[in-house]
């Protein structure tokens, strides 16, 4: 079954104690006993507990060194995928198939986590080879890295690393099986190694540890469901509306919020009726809703490389097989800057401070706003990074203070023996007007629906398929030589080719289908030429009301959001 990924997780608590006021603001009282103010997890802690994914015990505490058992690792899973209400209408007369399920849930005080684990069973969070629950078992580092690399969906990313070797001085030790599950784990920032190398990862994970991998883990299916980020200066809080205004780059901004908000303020949290005008907030925007917020430090805001960008990744690959990667994020109220280097046998890895200014310097070059095209974008970094060897590789991944994204990737290639090698392969099939398969997906503002599919097959025979949905209207469908005949008459009027520019592209086929661009909400293109080249477009329209500086009615300007990939 498909996974349910959160798209808002609502706090379940209600509403908690005010601790004492903080430069006048009231934090939320989080504490247990034993976590109080300095201790390392706290933070993490508290938001777990804010949004009802960890609790304590009745006496206040927390246990924070205690292991976590593997039902807890279960329970807590399934409430961070905003599944528990799912898991509580469960039918507890359902069996569980694991060889140990039926005598654990026999006792009544243990029947509460059974609709957890069958919600877990729904959603894959298990190894299909498992086949015992061990409840009451500690959860090992690594047992737990597969369930929440599960969790974020990532399963097919951990099939095809499962071949890559761990960095880990001690990767022998991880089980064959769960080594890819490792290096997403590591990608992903949700467990990472410790200071001396190591994964270890036999070693049961404590209820404090489980809390900042929660944490991370539930920053990743903020980013796995498109999360935007919209940093600039509160204007004003209407709190009868749930409405934030925010002037950033591009002017002002209004979003709104849903019930349950809580914003991060110093390592604490508290209501957004403790915000003020003049706050320099970082926005999480889910589905045009703030689904988490935070107060920026001024040693934060003071170390911002770029008032218009709010992170990027960027990796680059030459082919002498030197590498670059660089990494710059605000979140938490923390900037995390790091850039690292490999060259000649060598490598050189920075963080902090130096990293700081060595990105800065690279983004002072750049110059890139968001209202710049993705072409223009790819151009300028491409640049900046060109030395005496080829840049064979580059990824790119932006996401601007104003809400925008950028995402680019080419694959590792040789463009001349990969463009002859793919043409080879691709040979033993027919093509039309040089395209093997185009699938595209159209929705418009008006929620007209247009889809087409065409493929040729190694058979010779073509698939092909066209779909059309008004609003409120007919349904039009073409099956095969029906749509093989309209989809190949759009290709002889749009004359794709491999060269073309994501606009182009995008252009030629909306000219095809009568589209306006202004009306489109999504498009989504794949295109394989037989050339051996991919292309790929995701593009978004949204509308956001920016401030009319005449005094006239409410102007609409669009935002895009872009990916194009070239494989």
């Keep these: 079954m498909k996974k349910i990924m959160i798209l808002m997780l609502v706090f379940l608590l209600a509403v908690p104690m005010f601790a004492a006021a903080e430069n006048d603001r009231e934090t939320l009282d989080l504490n247990f006993e034993d976590t109080n103010e300095g201790y390392w997890a706290q933070e993490y802690i508290e938001r777990m507990k804010a949004k009802g994914v960890f609790q304590g015990y009745e006496d206040g ?6 292991p976590v058992t593997r039902i807890q690792t279960i329970v807590t899973a399934v409430r961070l995928l905003g599944l528990e209400e799912e898991a509580k209408a469960q039918d507890l007369s359902k069996p569980v198939f694991f060889k140990d399920a039926t005598e654990y849930f026999k006792n009544p005080g243990n029947l509460w986590a059974k609709g957890y684990v069958l919600v877990a069973l729904e959603q894959g969070l298990f190894d299909a080879s498992e086949d015992r629950l061990s409840p009451n078992q500690p ?28 960095s880990f001085v001690d990767a022998n030790q991880i089980p064959a099986g769960s080594v890819g599950y490792v290096n997403i784990a590591e990608e992903y920032g949700i467990i990472t190694g410790n200071p001396d190398g190591r994964f270890s990862p036999n070693t049961n994970i404590t209820r404090s540890q489980m809390a900042a991998v929660l944490d991370r883990t539930y920053d990743g299916l903020l980013d796995e469901q498109g999360v935007t980020f919209v940093r600039g200066t509160l204007v004003s809080h209407n709190a009868e509306e749930k409405s934030l205004t925010i002037e950033h780059v591009n002017g002002e901004q209004v979003i709104t919020y849903a019930d349950g908000l809580y914003v991060l303020y110093k390592g604490r949290l508290i209501q957004p009726s403790q915000l003020q005008a003049g706050d320099e907030l970082s926005l999480y925007v889910l589905n045009d809703q703030v689904v988490e917020a935070e107060i920026l430090d001024s040693n934060v805001t003071e170390q911002v490389v770029s008032q218009d960008i709010q992170e990027f990744e960027i990796e680059a690959k030459y082919a002498n097989d030197g590498e670059l990667e660089i990494e710059y994020k605000i979140r938490k109220g923390h900037i995390k800057a790091e850039l690292k280097e490999e060259l000649d046998d060598s490598e050189r890895k920075v963080k902090g401070e130096q990293a700081l200014k060595e990105i800065q310097a690279y983004v002072d070059q750049w110059g890139l706003t968001s209202s710049m ?10 640049e900046s990074l060109s030395t005496e060897s080829e840049l064979i590789k580059l990824e790119i991944e932006i996401k601007f203070s104003d809400g925008t994204k950028v995402k680019y990737k080419d694959k590792e290639r040789d463009e001349k023996k990969h463009k002859d090698r793919e043409k080879d392969k691709h040979s033993e099939y027919d093509s039309y007007q040089g395209v093997l398969e185009l699938k595209v997906e159209i929705e418009t503002h008006d929620k007209d629906e247009h889809e087409w599919e065409y493929k040729h097959e190694k058979n010779g025979k073509v698939k092909a398929g066209v779909e059309s949905k008004v609003y409120k209207g007919k349904k039009e469908k073409l099956k095969s030589k029906e749509a093989q005949a309209a989809i190949e008459a759009y290709l002889d009027s749009m004359q794709l080719t491999d060269s073309m520019t994501e606009d182009e592209l995008v252009e030629a086929i909306l000219q095809a289908a009568g589209i306006n661009f202004e009306n489109v ?15 790929e477009v995701e593009k978004k329209n949204k509308k956001v009301v920016e401030e009319d500086n005449d005094d006239d009615d409410e102007e609409e300007v669009e935002v895009v959001e872009e990916k194009f990939v070239i494989a």
């Design 139 to 166: 959860a090992k580092r690594v047992w737990v890295s597969s369930i929440l690399v599960r969790a974020l969906g990532l399963e097919e990313e951990a099939r095809a690393a499962i071949t890559v070797a761990p």
């Design 373 to 382: 095209s993705q072409d223009e974008i790819v151009t300028r970094i491409r």
């Design 61 to 66: 505490t927390f246990r924070p060194n205690d």
């Design 521 to 535: 909400k999504e498009i989504d293109v794949k295109v394989q030429f037989d050339s051996g080249v991919k292309l």
